[in-house]
T-cell receptor, first 115, second 113 residues
């Protein structure tokens, strides 16, 4: 039973390039959440998606960041025109959300470094 | 807005002693409180969670308590071991509705041999 998968695990981009981070939820999970973690800091919520729907994007920066979770394939967090401040670990989590089951299981993260 | 405060930010205890981490939350609609452990360079892993219909939950050396009136919840680790060294995050969520998890800022726990 594979857990939450993320790729790539490490991503290096130069300022101005685009970064695409992928997340495949656990089998049977249809809800995906993205979090950002700066060095030595906590996890900050970014966005919550179901298949083909954005449920809550209150934590997403207004510009350059977007997320999707298509009917087929992984969820993608896209950062356009990256800047040094985007360097962080980006974690996704998935949950089943049947009834009151809210437990979120995290993937291994993608560590983005912007040069 | 929603906020979760966590104390202390760092905690050092002697191996075998107990460790206590405390959190408060601001949104009275929160009803689900997970705790995550994150080792250096690794993903956060759920270690225990509690829902608002209970006041305490225990799993071997780990226990959580919840005081809904005061909007406080705590993590207790007894008989600490070196492998307990990590960063611990408390969190709060509204649970049944479409909800995000709001995390505390984390506690770096070090176990002294």
């Amino acid at each position: 039973n594979a857990g939450v998968m993320q790729n790539p695990r490490h991503l290096v981009r130069r300022r101005g390039q685009e970064a695409r981070l992928r997340c495949s939820p656990m089998k049977g999970h249809s809800h995906v959440y993205w979090y950002r973690q700066l060095p030595e800091e906590g996890l900050k919520f970014m966005v919550y998606l179901q298949k083909e729907n954005i449920i809550d994007e209150s934590g997403m920066p207004k510009e350059r960041f977007s997320a999707e979770f298509p009917k087929e394939g992984p969820s993608i967090l896209r950062i356009q025109q990256v800047v040094r401040g985007d360097s962080a670990a980006y974690f996704c989590a998935s949950s089943r959300r049947e009834g009151r089951t809210d437990t979120q299981y995290f993937g291994p993260g993608t560590r983005l470094t912007v040069l | 807005g929603e906020n979760v405060e966590q104390h202390p930010s760092t905690l050092s205890v002697q191996e075998g002693d107990s460790a206590v981490i405390k959190c408060t939350y601001s949104d009275s609609a929160s009803n689900y409180f997970p705790w995550y452990k994150q080792e250096l360079g690794k993903r956060p892993q759920l270690i225990i969670d509690i829902r608002s219909n209970v006041g305490e939950k225990k799993d071997q050396r780990i226990a959580v308590t919840l005081n809904k009136t005061a909007k406080h919840f705590s993590l207790h680790i007894t008989e600490t071991q070196p492998e307990d060294s990590a960063v611990y995050f408390c969190a709060a969520s509204k649970g049944s509705s479409a909800s995000k998890i709001i995390f505390g800022s984390g506690t770096r726990l070090s176990i002294r041999p």
